[in-house]
């Protein structure tokens, strides 16, 4: 079983340079997240999708963008990278979006922005 | 918003050791309660949780309470292993526009001696 799916592990990027982060889901679940993890902070939720069709601005979207191409694959875009945005990203997914239902995570992308 | 407020780490104990990891969390309603565990270079996974009040969740060996009167799901460990050394999440459901989301602590670093 593979669950979810992250391309790439690792990048460097130039500042300004852009790049789109692939999360895939084997598990026909409902709801998926873009997470990013930065030292002392804890998990922050960048973008997320309810369902297919739809996705919604988490805590801190500005500098992304997402897609919910289907069922399966949610990507998370960056039009001009910035050295802000190194940390490392986590795509997750839940059967749906009640309260009771935890998520299953990706092992993550880890970017720098230079 | 919700928060979670875990104890700062790291925490370091010999093997056998007791293991307690503070965390309290401030929220409107009732959420539900979850610790996730992350090792090395992987993704956060799953550890326990508990969806209402005085509910005990257990897995592997851990346990936590979740405890509505002192605001707290603390995690314990009677006897912990070289192997459990990791970052341990406590986090909690915040209800969004559409559908809920987890908020996460800052994260607890355990690492344990042989």
């Known amino acids: 079983n593979a669950g979810v799916t992250q391309t790439p592990k690792f990048q460097v990027l130039k500042t300004g340079q852009s790049m789109t982060l692939q999360c895939a889901q084997d598990?026909?679940?409902?709801?998926m997240y873009w997470y990013r993890q930065d030292p002392g902070m804890g998990l922050r939720l960048i973008y997320y999708?309810?369902?297919?069709?739809?996705?919604d601005k988490g805590e801190v979207p500005n500098g992304y963008n997402v897609s919910r191409l289907n069922k399966r694959e949610f990507s998370l875009r960056l039009e001009s990278a910035a050295p802000s945005q190194t940390s490392v990203y986590f795509c997750?997914?839940?059967?749906?979006?009640?309260?009771?239902?935890?998520?299953?995570f990706g092992s993550g992308t880890r970017l720098t922005v230079v | 918003g919700n928060s979670v407020t875990q104890m700062e780490g790291p925490v370091t104990l010999s093997e056998e050791a007791f293991l307690t990891i503070n965390c309290t969390y401030t929220?409107?309603?009732?959420?539900?309660l979850f610790w996730y565990v992350q090792y090395p270079g992987e993704g956060l996974q799953l550890l326990l949780k508990?969806?209402?009040?005085?509910d005990k969740g257990s897995n592997k060996g851990f346990e936590a309470t979740y405890r509505k009167e002192t605001t707290s799901f603390h995690l314990e460990k009677g006897s912990v292993q070289v192997s459990d050394s990791a970052v341990y999440f406590c986090?909690?459901?915040?209800?969004?526009?559409?559908?809920?989301?987890?908020?996460f602590g800052a994260g607890t670093i355990l690492r344990v001696k042989s």
């Open positions: 997750a997914s839940s059967v749906g979006h009640s309260s009771n239902y935890g998520y299953t």
């Open positions: 598990m026909n679940h409902n709801s």
């Open positions: 999708s309810a369902s297919e069709g739809t996705t």
């Open positions: 508990a969806t209402k009040a005085d």
């Open positions: 929220a409107t309603g009732y959420p539900s």
């Open positions: 986090a909690l459901t915040q209800h969004m526009e559409y559908g809920n989301k987890l908020v």
